[in-house]
């Protein structure tokens, strides 16, 4: 059984336009998190939830609206997509001392 | 400011040679240091990690990582490397205050046959 599970895989989508990133995890961790991987392939966290709540928010802009509707779900929606905007973004759970990645959703935005 | 960094952008090696990924870190305190892989269209694997205890961490694959506390390094190593080893390396760090991780750049592993 996959542990984080993001959909979908690929996306590609024209400027201007609305889209959602789903992640599940089924470990029972408390805390979850999106992280976006740009072109040269570097890692910065966006969000962070924990319980449902907004730990983390590291200067995102609003067009990014994470969601979690409980504990085992953090989904990303992002509005008014922006070029720049294409990327890899990883789902990732954790509870204590160590993560657990999702396998990424890479965004094209055309 | 609280840091990790991967000197090298890439490393290549040659099959069957040992293989050695750099990384230091500059934190306060004790920090947690990770090791994740990631191969081409793929998520990010845990190799190990240091939390406490022995210096000398072995995880996944056959590779090990050492905690230098004086150095302030965390360098991953593996004996003899593998082809299927080729991948971006990632070193990462945090503490239990902080509630997320702090990446390094990545290091590209070249393993020619």
């Known amino acids: 059984d996959t542990a984080v599970s993001q959909t979908p895989k690929y996306l590609v989508t024209q400027m201007g336009n609305d889209k959602s990133i789903k992640c599940e995890q089924n470990?029972?961790?408390?805390?979850m998190y999106w992280y976006k991987q740009d072109s040269k392939k570097f890692l910065k966290i966006m969000f962070s939830y924990n319980n449902k709540e907004l730990i983390i928010n590291e200067t995102v802009p609003n067009r990014f609206s994470p969601k979690s509707p409980d504990k085992a779900h953090l989904n990303l929606h992002i509005n008014s997509l922006e070029l720049g905007d294409s990327a890899v973004y990883f789902c990732?759970?954790?509870?204590?001392?160590?993560?657990?990645f999702g396998s990424g959703t890479r965004l094209t935005v055309v | 400011a609280q840091s990790v960094a991967q000197p090298e952008d890439q490393v290549n090696v040659a099959e069957g040679n040992p293989l050695t990924v750099k990384c230091t870190y500059s934190v306060s305190g004790n920090p947690y240091l990770f090791w994740y892989v990631q191969y081409p269209n793929r998520g990010l694997q845990f190799l190990l990690k240091y939390i406490t205890g022995d210096n000398l961490v072995k995880g996944s694959y056959g590779f090990e990582a050492e905690f230098n506390k004086s150095q302030t390094s965390f360098h991953l190593k593996k004996p003899s490397a593998l082809v299927s080893d080729s991948a971006l390396y990632f070193c990462a760090v945090s503490r239990p205050s902080w509630g997320k991780f702090q990446f390094g750049a990545g290091t590209q592993v070249v393993v020619t046959p």
């Open positions: 470990l029972g961790h408390d805390t």
């Open positions: 990732a759970s954790s509870r204590k001392d160590g993560y657990t």
